[in-house]
């Protein structure tokens, strides 16, 4: 059975945009008129028609609605049945507007083929988790499904240009089923979440290292990003809620990473002194 929905018009994407009823963080926000502000105008100021994107986690398609209508090529995985359809038929309106163009691959991002258990949040439609045994703390008592896994790699073929990993704490895992990719995809930048309460498969410095050892400058996904170690990037969320305290950060290779202009530049440039 699909999931109820009700259509709205986002001024930032020109075109009817649907969304999940009873959601109560993702589709309100797009409602209001946007979703993610500076991640989508970093997102936006490194893409260029006829580049190749990658979003895991992708949920109902903002980001990849936002891709298309730029002019690019893009691989979608979202493996909730119900948001994927509604994920399909956002990029399908995308398509018909730009000249970009989007297939949804209906599994989750991971390491290796297989079927593993979901849980749904109740309420915020974009926490969904993949789980190892029993649903977190914070979790339990919400629906579960079963919903099937793969490596990028066997579906995504050749380099990108970006990737957006948003997995809920998938991302360690999703990581190493694209080591391939990677390795084709030497000037890039991605956005990810980064959330060590639900990370899975590896600690968060295991995590931070590995990107830093693949060449990615990183800096949280602010409007005036700054270029941090993983040792500044670990004690500022140390100091977060655990539960509550992830941050989105910004990365690339081979790319710039400042993208925002100049004044943006400046004020991170400030806020790096004066934050810890």
Known sequence: MSAATRTVRPTPLG????????????????ERGSWADHESALMLAHLRP????????????WFSTLAVLRGC???AFEPVPDIAE????????????GSGRCTVH?????????????VLDPKNFGDNRVIDAAAPADMLGAREIEI??????????????????????????????????????PRMALLMEFWPYALRGASAAQLL?????????????????????????????????????????????????????LKAR???FVRSLKED
């Open 73 to 75: 090529e893009v691989h």
């Open 15 to 30: 075109i009817d945009f649907e969304i999940l009823e009873g959601d109560a963080i993702l589709g309100p926000a797009i």
């Open 86 to 97: 509604v994920c399909e038929r956002n990029v399908a309106r995308a398509m018909k507007k």
């Open 209 to 261: 290292e590995f990107l830093v050892a693949a060449g990615f400058t990183l800096g949280k996904a602010t409007e005036a990003p700054y270029p941090m170690s993983a040792e500044r990037i670990l004690a500022q969320v140390s100091r977060r809620d655990p539960v509550k305290g992830g941050i989105d950060l910004w990365g690339t290779r081979g790319a710039p990473f400042h993208v925002l202009g």
């Open 148 to 185: 099937e896994i793969a490596p990028v790699d066997e579906l995504v073929r050749g380099a990108i240009d970006f990737a957006k990993l948003d997995t809920q704490g998938s991302e360690w895992l999703a990581l190493q089923g694209m080591r391939e990719l990677l390795s084709k995809s």
């Open 106 to 118: 209906r599994v989750a991002a991971g390491a290796a083929r297989g079927r593993a258990r979901i």
């Open 266 to 268: 400046l004020h991170g």
């Open 50 to 61: 006829g580049m190749r994107v990658l979003d895991l986690g992708a949920n109902i398609g």
